[in-house]
């Protein structure tokens, strides 16, 4: 079965930095879109980075220059490097896996398959 788990998260000082890793298994993870989340307590869940199995990545004007998403799909693992951490960045932060097999990742808003989380805690 499908199965996703995160890693990395901590508690930071406003300005660090911190990579989240995420490492898939039971499912053919080069077919797969795969994304990072985050949601914040009493906050809805955001999208906050996208790749594909080419390595396109697809950030919300949000984001942009502020985390750079990698996959490997040979170790089937997804990174998240996110930078300049601010309070208001303290969230859970979850992968999360789609089928794509039209290679249409940059558009898809729905994902079947979810990780159990990392929190993320910056101060």
């Known amino acids: 079965h499908v199965q996703l788990v995160e890693s990395g998260g901590g508690s930071v000082q406003a300005g660090g930095s911190l990579r989240l890793s995420c490492v898939g298994s039971?499912?053919?993870?080069?077919?797969?879109?795969m994304a990072w989340f985050r949601q914040a307590p009493a906050k809805d869940r955001e999208k906050i980075a996208v790749?594909?199995?080419?390595?396109?990545?697809f950030y919300p004007d949000s984001m942009k220059g502020r985390l750079v998403v990698s996959r490997d799909n040979v170790k089937k693992m997804m990174y998240v490097r996110l930078n300049n951490l601010m309070p208001e960045d303290t969230a859970m932060y979850y992968c999360?896996?789609?089928?794509?097999?039209?290679?249409?990742?940059?558009?898809?808003?729905?994902?079947?398959?979810w990780g159990p989380g990392t929190q993320v805690t910056v101060s």
């Open positions: 039971g499912f053919e993870y080069g077919g797969y879109c």
């Open positions: 790749i594909s199995h080419d390595l396109s990545a």
């Open positions: 999360a896996a789609e089928p794509d097999p039209f290679s249409r990742c940059g558009l898809t808003t729905e994902f079947a398959y």
